[in-house]
């Protein structure tokens, strides 16, 4: 399991798997993150990495933002996903019945932990897509894959 910081982003596999509050750090110009993530974005787009995200991260961001910003922003959030997804700079994967059974079974293995629905699926996501080496994420529960971890120190 690696930990990198954003002096040491090398994308080993050329794709970033994006979690919730990456975007959430993106989107937010007020957010403690939101430079962290602003330069590691950039370093994405000039590296032409693949980003990777889910469906349910997409709702879950769109729904924080929604709540505790306002619409707009939330919208923008919506649109600009859309259009990264349509330059094939964004793969949307979108749960299924299988992963989700299997995200089932590791919230009952790590009921110790406080993982959530969302974390739970995109692990199995990540077991899925081997090709994915980097997360890029503020959420300590990736610590539990073997992803190399993009995130703030």
Request: with cysteine; glycine share 2%; proline share 1%.
């Amino acid at each position: 399991m690696g930990r990198l910081t954003m002096t040491g982003i090398y994308m080993a596999g050329r794709k970033v798997f994006i979690d919730t509050g990456a975007w959430i750090a993106l989107a937010l110009r007020h957010d403690e993150y939101h430079e962290t993530a602003k330069a590691v974005f950039k370093a994405m787009v000039a590296c032409r990495v693949v980003q990777v995200t889910s469906n349910l991260i997409i709702s879950e961001t769109y729904t924080f933002i929604r709540y505790n910003v306002n619409y707009h922003t939330a919208l923008r959030f919506l649109e600009s996903i859309k259009k990264a997804e349509n330059m094939n700079f964004l793969q949307v994967v979108y749960s299924t019945p299988e992963i989700e059974r299997e995200a089932l079974r590791l919230i009952k293995k790590y009921c110790d932990q406080t993982i959530s629905y969302v974390d739970a699926v995109s692990f199995v996501i990540l077991a899925q897509q081997p090709d994915i080496k980097d997360v890029f994420t503020f959420d300590s529960h990736f610590f539990l894959t073997s992803k190399n971890i993009l995130r703030a120190d």
